[in-house]
């Protein structure tokens, strides 16, 4: 029986739980023979897994097979621990950033491939990611998440036209973003889950407060967006504002942002709303009329992004 996503992350859990348990073991002898069970079994799975791949590289349906395996997650990840993927580390690349072109340009901005070269995958920012404050924030959260998910076997990503927003230094990046760098706990990026918001299951804005803090969520057809609830240029709460299309006005200046493209001031061009970083999950649910999906938000509040 094929497991679903939640039951294969149940089963990374419990794998990464029995790896702690056996490194915690207090007797020496017993610690080092489990180890080396599971690199025994490590790389006879992964001569099976050799021998396979060697099988299909002989028959006619090679490639859309290959393709295959490159789309499924589980196996991806398994070729990709025993060397054996049958994608090089640039077309992964090239595969992720086009997963995340969509998102990108619903903010007005896009990505380009310089290369890879030893071992780091080299960026260009385009439109409104290229100089705008949000840019790092952009970076961080979609195209590493992107990139590291298809290309975990990358030492880091570098990306040009990143430019990092003045009033929140702490939501930056940085220009290179390491691979799975080791921090210590405190620094790592905390997401709260918000729901669905059902209020804006329509569209429109909402301010809620999060954690002891206001957030402006907006929804523009199947986008989401977060944003500090105050407007830069008066200081005053955005709440009770007014939005037009993907522009959103501020109820006590006047000044008018544009949502999508990295909340842009219209009327001020050093002015930006403070982006908040978002992400958006889906879950299957059980209703009544059948399984459904909907969609989970997360946001990230600025003390707490690594």
Known sequence: ML??????????????????????LKDP?????????????LELY?????????????????KRTFGAFAEDELISHLLLLHGLHPLDVEARV???????????????????????????????????CDGCPSSAMTLKLAIEEAIQKAAPDLEGIEAEGVSEPKPAPTLVAGPTLRRKEKKPKEEQTSWTVVGGLPQLSGGGMLVKEISGEPVLFVKLEDDFY??????????????????KGAELGCPGCGRRYDVRRAGRCLDAQQLYLEPIPLLVSEEVVEERQGPGRRSIVKIALPSAVG
């Open 3 to 24: 497991l679903d996503d939640r039951g294969l992350q149940e089963r990374v859990v419990r794998v990464e739980t029995l790896l702690g348990e056996i490194e915690a």
């Open 29 to 41: 002898t017993a610690r080092a023979k489990a180890a080396e069970m599971v690199q025994v079994l």
């Open 46 to 62: 992964g001569e099976g897994l050799a021998r396979m791949m060697e099988v299909v590289a002989d028959g006619e349906e090679s």
């Open 94 to 128: 090239v595969s992720a950033l086009e997963e995340v072109r969509p998102y990108l340009q619903s903010h007005g901005g896009n990505v380009e491939l310089l290369g890879v070269e030893g071992g780091v995958a080299r960026l260009r920012m385009q439109g409104s």
């Open 226 to 243: 977060a944003y500090r609830h105050l407007c830069p240029g008066c200081g005053e709460s955005l709440e009770g504002g007014s939005l």
